[in-house]
């Protein structure tokens, strides 16, 4: 048909002329085309012998058949092509001839072949896909697909039924073990295949020659200005051959610092009988074991991450992050999937990894949740390739923090938003480094960061009260992943760094299970508050019955008193009309109805959460016989000082407390924070109302600070959108990631 003719030459010059995107984008459309005007029978015909195409052009391999027609000036006799491969013309012959016309094999568009074949007078000649599979790394991978993972694809379907179609959680657990029978990791099974090792090898650089060079895409001399000579500069994990070393090395040829790829011993045995490119170094090394080269500017790992399910991604990453210094950066170059319209290779490769790795490709958010989870955020990304996904992202453990600090030695405090290193925790540390989904902002955090009321070490992190999930706790491993709240007396934002900030180091004896019936800005914001009132009524030896007169029951320590209050069976009077309590009244000259509403005896116990000195006094001249009064606030207004008739209190037998939650020790916060737990899970005490909270970015706090500094009852929570910390990383997608200093 001349229409058919004059269309496909129309289509071959738009391919000429295309781009690489627009050549791909021809592919699929002819491709859809093809699908979309099969009747059911080439449907059938096509899929059901699939198998069959991969098998033949393997046998066409190993009989290098595809090689002969381009080493010759012309077409071949078909017997010539048996005498070249000691092959029956009959069975080369595996084509059906039209009346003169040219038509192909089952391994699609192999070659072109004229009539007459089956008598040996056929002629043959190299067509383009002949061509492509004349090209020894990809006969390479033919081998690698049809020899090593043929047979996990074979058993794919059984091995996920086994599973109940569920996605894998077991690393390295997949349907190649199932295939071949055997409990090693794909790499380790390569270690005993030495042939199987070299296919495989050969196949990633056919796998690898199509994409762009990596470092043409990255700002890799801006990153490295004024780079020391005697640092690494360049470390490409699991690099195999080390053939990115090499292009890095080729691209940057005077950029200072040491290159090295790092692999398994045999891998770097193999590479060094080779020989090594000047520049280069080799190294053995198991990427899941701490790495050994300390403050490199970029930690490479290029496809090695999408083999492996979280929790060894999560381990190599962490292996990385142990040596990163404040300009490290680790470079990812990874696939990262859309969300939608999944193109063909990347689908290909994705279920490649299932059934090799039991692992998968991911898409953005994926990987985002995955760095997120170890303390890195992406700070650069860089498309590579995007019609296969390619990306790489630049990571660096960078995160965002409040910080208190002094321009100079005679200056006053100043808070300001700032970019800092995510804490580094050492595998014989008794800390945990936790992600902070919330932080409780409390009226002593002023006091502290601000004020300098408490002689904090600055500059610093403020914040004592926080809520968030365990990254890593080297010296207790359960706790990784654990959800997690907490508060300090004496330690955070005091002698160490506080909560304001997306990461934080806590020592393992300050982690309490957040109480499962709460949100993360409520278990953030009842640290303080609910410790404090725990403090108060053990300090009063509070028992069923007793009458309690609350000041500043409005607050977040008196709202949290009265729960507590209420659960250990007081009779509540308040001078705030508030829920909760018995009696409400309203403070008169010398709270004379509090006697009143108590047979006119004063009140076993004050507990003022209000820090008021006209009330102190107040309170103290009605206190009754062997009453106690319990303080926790400093007094406000500028007046500290507070009159106390010595005399009367020793007549009368009363006692005053203070009650300073600052004194306290993590590991005791700890035991207050697991008691309170267990009341908010049996239901007898609520927690913060989550409408009386008043949530902020990070980006606010500094600001919400000096509401704070009012002292007017409003409870600000600092609730992270994001859980995001400082990660870079590149890939063939282009992305690019950095530890947080």
Known sequence: MEAIKTLTNEIQNAAATADEAGRKELLDSLRDLQYSIEKPEDTMQRVIHLHLVIAITRTAVDLKIFNIPGDSDGPLRLQDLASRT????????????????????????????????????????????????????????????????????????????????????????????????????????????????????????????????????????????????EKPLFVDIGGASGQQCIEFRKRFPDMRGRVTFQDLPREIEHAISQGLSDGVEAMAHDFYTPQVIKGAKFYYLRAILYDHLDDKAILILKNIMQVMEKDSLILLDEMVLPNHNVDWFATQTDLTMLAAFGSMEQTEAQWKSLLDGVGLKAVGKFCIQSKEDKLIMSLSKTMQAIYASRPSATAQLQLTLKSLPVPTIFSSSNTALVRVHAAGINPSDVANAILDRFGAKKPIIPGRDFAGTVIQAPSDPQLEGADVNGTSGRELSLSIDGTHAEYIAVPVEGLAIKPKCLSWTQASAMGVPYSTAYLMLEKA???????????????????????????????????????????????????????ELNNGRGPSIILDCAGSPVLMEKGLAILGKSRRYIFASGMRGGRPEVKINVMTMLAMDQSLH???????????????????????????????????????????????????????????????????????FYSKFGMRFSPQF
């Open 658 to 728: 203070g009650v300073n939650s600052w004194s306290l020790t993590l590991a005791e916060t700890k035991d207050i924070m697991n008691k309170l737990r267990k009341m908010f899970e049996d239901g007898e005490i609520q927690g913060p109302e989550e409408e009386s909270l008043t949530k902020i970015k990070l980006t606010d706090a500094v600001e919400a600070y000096q509401e704070v500094a009012k002292f007017d009852g409003k409870k600000f929570v600092i609730a992270m959108q994001d859980q995001q910390s400082s990660v870079g």
């Open 541 to 595: 030896a509070a028992r069923a019955g007793d009458v309690v007169l609350i000041f500043g029951a409005r607050g977040a320590v008196g709202k949290a008193a009265r729960e507590l209050a209420n659960a250990k069976g007081l009779k509540i009077i308040t001078t705030s009309r508030v829920d909760g309590a018995d009696v409400n009244v309203t403070s008169d000259e010398n709270l004379n109805n509090v006697l």
């Open 86 to 229: 000691g092959a029956d013309p009959a069975l080369l012959a595996l084509v059906k001839a039209t009346d003169n016309s040219y038509h192909v094999k089952d391994t699609p568009h192999a070659f072109i072949v004229r009539d007459d074949q089956r008598n040996g007078r056929g002629l043959v000649a190299s067509s383009q896909t002949s061509k492509n599979l004349s090209i020894a790394e990809i006969q390479a991978g033919l081998y690698h697909n049809y020899d090593v993972l043929g047979l996990a694809y074979q058993v794919l379907p059984d091995f996920l039924a086994s599973t109940k179609y569920q996605t894998p959680t077991e690393t390295h657990k997949a349907a190649f073990q199932k295939a071949w029978n055997t409990d090693l990791p794909l790499w380790l099974w390569f270690q005993s295949r030495p042939k199987e090792t070299a296919q495989f090898n050969r196949f990633m650089i056919a796998q690898r020659s199509s994409t762009p060079n990596t470092f043409n895409f990255l700002p890799i001399e801006e990153e490295c200005k004024n780079w020391p000579a």
